[in-house]
């Protein structure tokens, strides 16, 4: 990534944010660009600039629907639940309301770091204050080993079949 370049050429700045934003920079690419609008504030802010704005064109992340009574959360494409990313922001949002039966799909999720888990237990946690339970679906290896050491897997069920998963919440 040529940083010149990021500040003289406003085009270049946009398609290269747009890129990062649907993720279609290899990951040497986004770690660049990651390092760099950490320190950078005019970078920073056209990014977030750029998310609010694909936010509000309903570019949702997340796709929500229910099954009887239960809520199934997946997202779309490849997510990221890390402190800055939409994705935790929709997962955030979707869980506001009184749902009991919950599962997160985690397929699709490429990356996480502390904000991510600290939301897959807080989401645990408004469930179970109103007397329900959530559960995981299909994480990713690197998402599994994570759980696994942070030992969330303790607390949190996962499945690796949707069939099963939604079966298990009839028999709790």
Not at 37 to 47: A, I, K, N
Not at 110 to 121: E, M, N, P, R, V
């Amino acid at each position: 990534m040529d940083k010149r370049q990021l500040h003289q050429n406003p085009l270049f700045r946009e398609e290269l944010i747009r890129d990062y934003l649907l993720k279609r920079l290899d990951a040497d690419e986004a770690e660049a660009f990651e390092c760099h609008y950490l320190f950078c504030d005019e970078c920073f802010e056209e990014l977030r600039a750029s998310q609010a704005l694909m936010t509000g064109l309903g570019q949702s992340k997340l796709e929500i629907r229910r099954v009887e009574d239960m809520l199934v959360l997946q997202f779309a494409g490849p997510a990221q639940l890390t402190r800055q990313s939409f994705e935790l922001t929709e997962l955030r949002r979707a869980l506001q309301q009184k749902d009991t039966k919950v599962l997160i799909d985690l397929s699709r999720v490429t990356k996480i770091d502390s904000a991510g888990l600290g939301q897959l237990i807080a989401c645990y946690s408004h469930v179970v204050k109103n007397q329900g339970t959530v559960k995981l679906l299909n994480p990713t290896a690197k998402v599994q080993t994570l759980l696994r050491l942070t030992r969330i897997d303790s607390v949190l069920e996962t499945y690796y079949d949707e069939r099963q998963a939604l079966e298990s919440f009839n028999n709790t």
